[in-house]
């Protein structure tokens, strides 16, 4: 398999359950993010990883926690979330170094908090 | 603190015509530029970099863009709409070694028969 997966591609949970999203990439980067896109918003940036160190941490509440195990996987936990936190949510991954590369995204998980 | 705008949340044009979709950014400092693509129910897909080589940069699916500094400006062109070119697009600047992307809000192309 090639290029940025996530799982699930869609997930409904209710306020008080625990899930988490993957995220795996399959090109070698040493960078990984997670962005979240929601209805009539920019992109906002979560979360980045570089060499599986958090490098940035935009502000994002608690209840998302963010884990990346080594340079190709990387998770995001959720719990006790709030309606406002649906949304579709992004995981990208680069190669850092010398020169802007670009993001390369996966498909998504489109998560609904009922 | 960066910023990109994208003139036009929604731009329709007819099958056949030119489209012209607008981003400027701030800038204190040389930028590098993308145009992403997002068709429904998928991540974003590039379309092309500037990355302070040629200022016309040319990319997938028949798209070109052309940065002008004095303008900061990196708007993204394609002679003739096709259908399959509905979708959001999306441009984003990203400075040093390319870890902070700034979005732009986004464009809604819709492309009429």
């Known amino acids: 398999e090639t290029g940025v997966t996530q799982t699930p591609r869609h997930l409904v949970m209710g306020m008080t359950n625990k899930k988490s999203l993957k995220c795996e990439q399959h090109?070698?980067?040493?960078?990984m993010y997670w962005y979240k896109q929601s209805a009539k918003k920019p992109l906002e940036l979560m979360f980045v990883y570089s060499l599986e160190e958090r490098v940035e941490n935009n502000s994002v509440p608690s209840r998302f926690s963010p884990e990346c195990p080594n340079s190709s996987h990387l998770f995001l936990h959720l719990h006790t979330l709030q309606p406002e936190d649906s949304a579709l949510y992004l995981c990208?991954?680069?190669?850092?170094?010398?020169?802007?590369?670009?993001?390369?995204f996966g498909n998504g998980t489109r998560l609904t908090v009922t | 603190a960066q910023s990109v705008t994208q003139l036009g949340s929604h731009v329709s044009v007819s099958e056949g015509a030119l489209v012209l979709l607008r981003c400027n950014y701030s800038s204190s400092v040389p930028p590098y530029l993308f145009w992403y693509v997002q068709y429904p129910n998928q991540g974003l897909q590039l379309l092309l970099k500037y990355t302070s080589a040629a200022t016309l940069v040319k990319g997938i699916n028949g798209f070109e863009a052309e940065f002008k500094k004095s303008e900061t400006s990196f708007h993204l062109t394609k002679p003739s709409a096709h259908m399959s070119d509905a979708a959001e697009y999306f441009c984003a600047v990203t400075y040093n070694y390319g870890q902070n992307f700034v979005f732009g809000p986004g464009t809604r192309l819709s492309v009429l028969p």
């Open positions: 090109l070698g980067h040493n960078a």
């Open positions: 990208a991954s680069s190669q850092s170094g010398t020169v802007a590369n670009p993001l390369h």
